[in-house]
């Protein structure tokens, strides 16, 4: 077994590191994921702009240098395991390599824990959304693509003492139209951002152009 700090690696590939001496002091790590365990480390010198492009078959983890103390590298028999300090409860994870901003992304904050798995949609591919609420909250929200136009898959996962609370809500989008904006209704009261959910959907028409021929 080899045993070394994530931050002098800059770059595994299959336990296979490649160790240097310079501490990126100012670098990001993201690690590749599939269904063996961590398929890839690299050592980034920045944090990768966000992009269009999502995955089902990986998972991906940004960590900045300074959440890397105390974690420790493990590699035996062909895999890489992490060691995480006492401290830290888990890694977010995205279906995407370069993920937005999670300043960005405040929808649910207090929902947001250090063990979060995070999911893209991408809307260009989306012929409607379901969303499933229990109480007021969101449980689940499923996109209904040519690859899975059914949201029973995503409703399946939830427990079953939850499923009979949940209320479906389909939100249909057309050839025609495209989405401009999602939003919530926000409430100071009760010191709480969220009194209930209300969700705003803003639709835009897309303009198409025909050709007359003679």
Not at 99 to 123: E, H, K, M, W
Request: glycine residues 6%; proline residues 7%.
């Amino acid at each position: 077994m080899r045993l070394v700090p994530p931050e002098v690696l800059h770059m595994i590939y299959r336990a296979r590191p490649i160790i240097t001496k310079v501490l990126h002091q100012r670098s990001v790590i993201r690690l590749t994921i599939d269904s063996r365990g961590i398929k890839k480390v690299e050592n980034l010198p920045e944090r990768p702009r966000f992009q269009r492009w999502r995955t089902n078959g990986l998972v991906f983890v940004i960590l900045d240098h300074t959440c890397l103390e105390g974690v420790m590298a493990h590699f035996k028999f062909g895999l890489l395991r992490l060691e995480l300090p006492k401290g830290c409860h888990g890694l977010q994870t995205w279906d995407t390599p370069t993920p937005p901003d999670l300043g960005q992304c405040v929808f649910y904050p207090a929902a947001i824990t250090s063990s979060t798995q995070f999911r893209t949609i991408n809307l260009s591919e989306t012929t409607g959304i379901t969303f499933f609420f229990s109480y007021g909250e969101i449980y689940a929200i499923h996109a209904h693509t040519w690859e899975a136009p059914c949201a029973h898959s995503t409703y399946r996962r939830l427990s079953r003492r939850r499923q009979q609370s949940i209320i479906w809500v389909y939100v249909p989008i057309s050839q025609k139209d495209s989405i401009s904006a999602l939003g919530a209704r926000m409430s100071p009261s009760d010191g709480s951002p969220f009194s209930s959910t209300c969700l705003l959907v803003s639709l835009v028409r897309r303009k198409t152009s025909h050709a007359i021929k003679d």
